[in-house]
């Protein structure tokens, strides 16, 4: 697989916790990273994305403020820090990439890569 996301995670509501992406066999550097995720029952949903080629970062209303992406071009790796975890996070995590910058970022038709996915419990 092109990117692999690490994890599962688990933590208790009100904690932290990192996930990261991985690329192999290309770089990060003409492409959008976007962080999807799949709750039981409904449908994926955007997360955040991080553009290198516009320098800019984006985030779903319902976890700006608690979510911060990033990149580290020289790992080729973009990483997730997600704070103050609640338990509607509860999700399995995908990243996915895009050459160039999708101009809906959150519409998952426009990402061509994506990794496994990786669960995340958030539960007391």
């Known amino acids: 697989l092109p990117l692999v996301e690490s994890g599962p995670g688990f933590v208790q509501p009100g904690g932290p916790l990192r996930l990261s992406c991985a690329a192999s066999?290309?770089?990060?550097?003409?492409?959008?990273i976007g962080w999807f995720r799949q709750c039981p029952g409904k449908e994926r949903e955007g997360v955040s994305e991080?553009?290198?080629?516009?320098?800019?970062?984006y985030y779903t209303d319902s976890v700006k403020g608690r979510f911060t992406i990033s990149s580290d071009n020289a790992k080729n790796t973009v990483y997730l820090q997600m704070n103050n975890l609640e338990p509607e996070d509860m999700a399995v995590y995908y990243c996915?990439?895009?050459?160039?910058?999708?101009?809906?970022?959150?519409?998952?038709?426009?990402?061509?890569?994506w990794g496994q996915g990786t669960q995340v419990t958030v539960s007391s």
């Open positions: 991080i553009s290198p080629i516009v320098g800019s970062t």
């Open positions: 066999g290309f770089t990060f550097d003409h492409h959008a």
């Open positions: 996915a990439a895009t050459l160039g910058q999708p101009s809906r970022w959150y519409d998952e038709r426009a990402y061509d890569y």
